[in-house]
């Protein structure tokens, strides 16, 4: 498969990776966590709540959002 696809290949230790976790039942990873990744929990009313802000100051930050709605500014919603 190497000589195939290149670079693309897939090692034969991530095949056995996924291999495992497809017997496991996971059948899909592409919405899975990953580590070290902010945890977000977007809600309508968070949207509608940086949405509020910005319609009063269109030139507010993400910082100054974030001190508004209590939001990590890595993790503001919008």
């Known amino acids: 498969m190497k000589v195939q696809y290149g670079d ?3 090692s034969l230790q991530k ?12 059948s899909s990873v592409t919405e899975a966590p990953r580590h070290g990744q902010a945890h977000r929990i977007v ?22 959002i974030a001190r508004n709605g209590d939001y ?6 919008g």
């Open 8 to 10: 693309a290949c897939l």
């Open 15 to 26: 095949l056995y990776e996924c291999t495992r976790k497809f017997m496991d039942g996971v």
């Open 43 to 64: 809600t309508p009313e968070a949207n509608a709540a940086v949405e509020a802000i910005v319609k009063e100051n269109r030139r507010v930050t993400v910082n100054e």
């Open 72 to 77: 990590s500014p890595d993790t503001t919603p």
